[in-house]
C-alpha cells in the first residue's frame, strides 16, 4: 500500500541557468530536459527515491523527498542562480495515488505514476510560488512607501530631500521592472501546446491555487505602484521647479539690491 508523501516547492533565485545545471544534474541521477524546465530523478540504490523539476524561473518542485533531502539540494545548486533571494519562499504539500486527479486541503491525489503527470502538476506549484514572491515583494513596497502620499495629503508636500525622493523613485522602478520581466511565467506554459492531453492537469492545480485570481490583484497593485511612481516624480518636479523659482527671485532681489544701491548711494 502506498502512503502519504511529501511534495515541497521552493523559489530561491529569479533564474537557473538550465545549461549549466544540466551536466552537473547528471551526476547526481538521470536527467531529461523538457521546455524550460529539467527533470532530476533521485536514485535510491537501484530504485527511485524521488523527482525533482527545475524551473528556469528559479523555483523548483521536489516529489517523494524527506524534508532534510530537499534541502540537500540547495547548496548545490547555488552557483547556478541568477539574483538568489535572501529568503527562500516555500510552499508545501502531500501527495498519494487515486483514481483520479484531484486536490483537496493540499492533498494531491494522483491517478498515475506518469512522469508527465507530476511534471503538468509541478508547472502549477511553481507559478504559484513564485508569484507568492511577486506578492510579498509587492506588499513590502507598498508598505514602505504608504506614508508618502498619507503625507502628501496631510501636509501638502512630501518630507524627503531630492536626493530620498529619487532613491524612493528608483526602488519602485527597479521592482515593477522586475515583476513585469517575469510577468509571462504565470500564463500557461507553451509546454501544453506539445503536451494538450496534459493541460487538464495543470488547469485543475493552477484553479485550486487561484493562480489568475491572485494575478488580477497583483496587477492591481502593480497599479498601484505606477500611480506613486507618477506622485513622486511630480513631487520631484514641483520641487525642481520651486527651487528654480527662489533661484529667480533671489537673483531679482539681489538686482533691485543693486539698483537701489546705485541709485540712493551712487556706489556702483
Known sequence: MIGVMRCTTLCTASSYDLHRLQPFLTTMGLTQAYRDVL?????????????IFFFDFGTIVCWGLTHDEEREILPLIKKFEKEPHTNTEIDDYTY???????IDEDQIYLPN???MTKLAISYGFAQSTKLS??????????????PLPIDLARRGKIRLSRREISRKIGEIYIERTSINLHSEILDIPEFFWEHPKLETYYLRTSHYLDINGRTEILNKRLGV????FEILTNELDHQHSSRLEWTIIILILIEVFIALFHDIFHII
Do not use: A, C, S, W
Request: proline fraction near 2%; avoid cysteine; charged fraction near 30%.
Open 133 to 146: 514572491t511577486f506578492e510579498e515583494l509587492i506588499d513590502k513596497t507598498i508598505q514602505n512607501t504608504k
Open 39 to 51: 527533470h532530476l530523478q533521485v536514485p535510491k540504490g537501484k530504485t527511485v527515491r524521488g523527482d
Open 96 to 102: 498519494t495515488y487515486g483514481t483520479q486527479m484531484k
Open 225 to 228: 505602484l505606477h500611480e506613486l
Open 113 to 115: 505514476k506518469n512522469i
